[in-house]
């Protein structure tokens, strides 16, 4: 069976400071891996994802996530946090078996001044 | 622009009494998904359509019933909602089923509000 997790439920970052949200899966095959943020009351805005390539993702408003196969972790990242980043952030993750993507519990990010 | 359009945002029905959600889409897209989402929880797959296909989750209650008239056009149906059924519909949809490397798009969400 294939897993995310998001070990954190909040994570909180002064603003300006950079931010990580962890995630790491449990898979079989190659992953298909997704972050989504979502604002209060709004659906899920995709922000990236890593299919093959360069382990090194970078995606919409300044994130980026790593894609870490020998950990088999993909953490989002960000070298600046705003005080907009904070929402709620979805690791998902779907294989070549897997008929559905797997989200992660989410991770509340507060960014404070 | 293209995008995943959910209407009402907002939906209040009484306990027992039918109601419908909507989702209509520009991409053109291939599938149609619908999610429940409870208090800031991850989203849970209700079912899905491919095309004209549709498939179900397993868990999923026989309460729940989906309608895909045409591409653009998914409707979900809650036969005698329950108190335990409020929740965010989210609607999504993607070119391809998972497994597959197309991010899914979600449209803005209807909070039903069951009394």
């Known amino acids: 069976a294939q897993s995310v997790a998001q070990p954190e439920d909040q994570v909180n970052v002064a603003e300006g400071n950079p931010l990580t949200v962890k995630c790491t899966y449990s898979?079989?095959?190659?992953?298909?891996l997704f972050w989504y943020v979502q604002y209060p009351n709004r659906g899920l805005q995709f922000l990236l994802k890593?299919?093959?390539?360069?382990?090194l993702v970078k995606g919409s408003y300044g994130f980026e996530a790593e894609f870490n196969k020998s950990q088999t972790s993909f953490h989002l990242k960000k070298p600046s946090a705003l005080v907009s980043d904070s929402a709620l952030y979805f690791c998902a993750g779907a294989t070549g078996t897997a008929s559905k993507l797997t989200f992660g519990t989410g991770t509340r990010l507060q960014v404070t001044l | 622009d293209a995008m995943v359009i959910q209407n009402p945002r907002y939906q209040v029905t009484q306990f027992g009494k039918p109601v419908t959600l909507s989702c209509s889409q520009t991409?053109?897209?291939?599938?149609m998904y619908w999610y429940q989402q409870k208090s800031s929880q991850a989203p849970k797959l209700l079912f899905h359509?491919?095309?004209?296909?549709?498939?179900n989750e397993a868990d999923t209650p026989d309460n729940f019933q989906s309608r895909r008239p045409n591409t653009s056009f998914c409707f979900l149906d809650i036969r005698s909602p329950g108190l335990g059924d409020a929740a965010m519909y989210l609607c999504?949809?993607?070119?391809?089923?998972?497994?597959?490397?197309?991010?899914?798009?979600f449209g803005p969400g209807t909070r039903l509000t069951v009394t």
């Open positions: 898979v079989s095959g190659n992953p298909y």
């Open positions: 991409l053109n897209h291939n599938v």
């Open positions: 359509y491919y095309d004209k296909d549709f498939n």
């Open positions: 999504a949809t993607s070119r391809d089923p998972p497994p597959s490397s197309y991010e899914q798009y």
């Open positions: 890593y299919i093959t390539g360069d382990n």
